[in-house]
């Protein structure tokens, strides 16, 4: 399969190359550092993300469409969490990142709050269970709309990244566990970065360099 490697931020952000309309072909982006399975080339839309503890994070939303079927990938940027915690306004002494390193918490929390919010659109959630991609914890959700349509939905925290991949389908299509199950994370190389468990349940990495799920936050 084809990959698409974005080397510069206005590669990542400005216009796509050439449309790989004709079939799912593998997408790798660096700088985002994740690759997944696109089924056309990704539109790509900058977003401001508001997390459980009243902090906003920058992300970007890649999606790409196929007939009524909507495939996405949204990346949160929690790396500069303990900063962005700092400068909140909103915070209260109960919250606050100073006294209570909150924003550790939010890092940590991240994964279970993008489900719940996915809970609370609606639907009859038919599928909700921990999971994991190359040994990288994480949540899927399996959703049928009140209209029929499924969306299927895996997200997944990165060295302090949070992925979310979302694929929703018009009611009758067959199951598209395919696309959330494709998604993966590479390191600063584009290599596919995967980890093992050691006899103390601890996750090593077992090719390239990287500092864990959480960015070095223990959990």
């Known amino acids: 399969m084809r990959s698409t490697r974005l080397l510069t931020f206005i590669a990542a952000i400005g216009i796509a190359g050439p449309a790989a309309a004709q079939g799912w072909f593998g997408y790798t982006n660096e700088i985002d550092r994740f690759t997944v399975n696109f089924p056309a080339e990704p539109q790509i839309e900058e977003i401001s993300w508001p997390s459980e503890y009243g902090a906003v994070f920058p992300g970007r939303v890649y999606t790409a469409k196929r007939g009524d079927a909507v495939y996405s ?4 940027d929690y790396r500069d969490s303990e900063n962005i915690h700092l400068a909140r306004t909103n915070s209260t002494e109960a919250d606050s990142a100073e006294n209570y390193n909150y924003w550790v918490i939010d890092v940590l929390a991240a994964v279970d709050y993008a489900a719940q919010l996915y809970r609370e659109r609606g639907g009859e959630v038919t599928f909700d269970a921990w999971s994991h991609i190359d040994r990288v914890p994480g949540h899927q959700l399996q959703i049928t709309g009140d209209d029929g349509s ?3 939905v895996g997200i997944f925290m990165h060295e302090r990244q949070l992925y979310i991949a979302d694929a929703t389908v018009p009611a009758g299509s ?8 494709s998604l993966g994370f590479v390191d600063v190389n584009g290599d596919r970065v995967r980890y093992d468990w050691d006899e103390g ?6 090719r390239g360099e990287g500092t864990g799920p959480y960015g070095g936050i223990d959990r």
Do not use: D, K, L, W
Request: charged content about 10%.
């Open 150 to 152: 499924r969306s299927y």
């Open 201 to 206: 349940f601890n996750m090593i990495r077992s």
């Open 174 to 181: 067959p199951p598209q566990g395919h696309f959330q199950q």
């Open 73 to 76: 990938v949204t990346v949160v």
